[in-house]
T-cell receptor
Framework: DAKTTQPTSMDCAEGRAANLPCNHSTISGNEYVYWYRQIHSQGPQYIIHGLKNNETNEMASLIITEDRKSSTLILPHATLRDTAVYYC?????????????FGKGTHLIIQP | NAGVTQTPKFRVLKTGQSMTLLCAQD?????MYWYRQDPGMGLRLIHYSVGEGTTAKGEVPDGYNVSRLKKQNFLLGLESAAPSQTSVYFCASSYPVYGGTDTQYFGPGTRLTVL
């Protein structure tokens, strides 16, 4: 499985866009990039995933570089409720039963 | 649609006691998982199931047993609790997308303390 590198922590002002980077330079061609987050004391929550194209849903946007070695999760208008630990996780196709490997993630703190 | 629910939310055990944690999902998902999360760390997979009547070991299975008698339920058992099993336990479920990947949906967690 590909290893990931994320900043330990980041701050963002409320109402601004939060951009969370993830380096996954060893990702293989059959691995998707998934993003989850964990708000304090709650279970992890799925945010978005992609293979090679940029993706957008109601929660966030995902930008994957053309060489797929890194990606950026964008929360367009961050609110205080977006304060959480964000995890970038490569998952291979058909790897559903593998379970998720959570690293240390990025602790995003939204400042009022 | 309740999603993934876990029972109980909190529990305190003495060393050597046994207990069962219940996970239930109402999304008709095939796959179910049990994870544990220790303070300041990421989740680690204990056991998982790819369908009713099947179970398999994950990364940290020692000291735990599981059963999946019904598709919607996944039970995690501790036969003889130890202080090292003090943790927060999360259950998750997913529907396999053949040829693709599946998204896991998590429950709210069970906080277990073993004295």
């Amino acid at each position: 499985d590909a290893k990931t590198t994320q900043p330990t922590s980041m701050d963002c002002a409320e109402g601004r866009a939060a951009n969370l980077p993830c380096n996954h330079s060893t990702i293989s061609g059959n691995e998707y990039v998934y993003w989850y987050r964990q708000i304090h004391s709650q279970g992890p929550q799925y945010i978005i995933h992609g293979l090679k194209n940029n993706e957008t849903n109601e929660m966030a946007s995902l930008i994957i570089t053309e060489d797929r070695k890194s990606s950026t999760l964008i929360l367009p208008h961050a609110t205080l409720r977006d304060t959480a630990v964000y995890y970038c996780i490569p998952i291979r196709k058909g790897g559903g039963a593998d379970g998720l490997t959570f690293g240390k993630g990025t602790h995003l703190i939204i400042q009022p | 649609n309740a999603g993934v629910t876990q029972t109980p939310k909190f529990r305190v055990l003495k060393t050597g006691q046994s207990m069962t944690l219940l996970c239930a999902q109402d999304m008709n998902h095939e796959y179910m998982y049990w994870y544990r999360q220790d303070p300041g760390m990421g989740l680690r997979l204990i056991h998982y199931s790819v369908g009713e009547g099947t179970t398999a070991k994950g990364e940290v299975p020692d000291g735990y047993n599981v059963s999946r008698l019904k598709k919607q339920n996944f039970l995690l058992g501790l036969e003889s609790a130890a202080p090292s099993q003090t943790s927060v336990y999360f259950c998750a479920s997913s529907y396999p997308v053949y040829g693709g990947t599946d998204t896991q949906y998590f429950g709210p967690g069970t906080r277990l303390t073993v004295l």
